[in-house]
């Protein structure tokens, strides 16, 4: 469970296959995984799984022995040639692909509270900027990320590891103001398509690692992989300044 990200450019692997397309083949490693650890070396072959494939970007259902599966799924992820030159990738095969586990763990997200709320009293921070233009429109109760909580189970998905939000409240008397990480938390795992979205959003995320960086001696966890992210706005932000591309985010 997590959150699929793909920096978005219509390269002709993209281009081919589509988002949805693109995210299917993903689930295709999920699948080989789930055969891998439930069923016997011995008895993989006898296993077929009924999965949604798109063809021309049309939705089917198909099924799939393992064998395919496990074949698709590794060709897949060995990219194409292009790969090793895109601007996106940083020189990997599907380095344009970055997956956010969940659920998110606690350090990670009282770090990015604290680093959220160290700027909210200063004009035009990216706080500030993200607080008006996005946090501030979300429930402040009864989402997804207030509710799904705590540890995991067979029965229960989790989002966030923190059995609850952490809460922060400023201004004046008259203008008390109040968020908690579970608002900041909902708008931060969305697709982002505008070149001035993606340019906030990337700020973002830039200013977050260099703010986690100097707390975290050796980030693990969800913080490392929040750190990876910002490099992924590193390679995105210059072609999405001009219109070339996008972040797309399945969560």
């Not at 706080?127 to 540890?151: C, M, N, V």
Request: charged share 20%; hydrophobic share 40%.
């Amino acid at each position: 469970m997590g959150a699929d990200v793909i920096a978005w450019r219509n390269c002709p692997l993209q281009e081919q296959l589509s988002p949805p397309g693109f995210l299917s083949k993903l689930k295709l490693r999920m699948y080989q995984d789930v055969v891998e650890q439930r069923v016997p070396p011995d008895k993989r072959d006898t296993v077929k799984i009924q999965v949604r494939v798109f063809r021309e970007g049309v939705p089917t259902d198909v099924q799939l022995t393992y064998a395919q599966i496990r074949e698709q799924s590794e060709s897949f992820r060995g990219g194409i040639p292009e790969c090793a030159t895109c601007p996106l990738s940083g020189g990997k095969s599907l380095g344009c692909y970055q997956f956010i586990t969940y659920p998110i763990d606690a350090q990670a997200e009282e770090l990015l509270f604290e680093f959220f709320t160290s700027g909210l009293a200063t004009p035009n921070s990216i706080a500030d900027q993200l607080y008006r233009d996005f946090i501030s429109k979300q429930p402040a109760r009864g989402t997804p990320w207030h509710d799904l909580r705590g540890e995991m189970s067979h029965e229960r998905s989790s989002l966030a590891l923190r059995p609850q939000p952490l809460v922060h409240s400023w201004g004046g008397f008259f203008s008390k103001k109040r968020v908690d990480s579970a608002q900041l938390l909902s708008c931060l795992f969305v697709s982002q398509s505008q070149p001035g979205v993606l340019v906030g959003f990337g700020r973002f995320w830039l200013e977050f690692a260099d703010f986690a960086s100097k707390r975290v001696d050796a980030p693990q966890g969800t913080v490392a992989q929040l750190i990876a992210l910002s490099e992924h706005y590193v390679r995105l932000l210059p072609l999405a300044v001009a219109g070339q591309a996008e972040m797309l985010i399945d969560g």
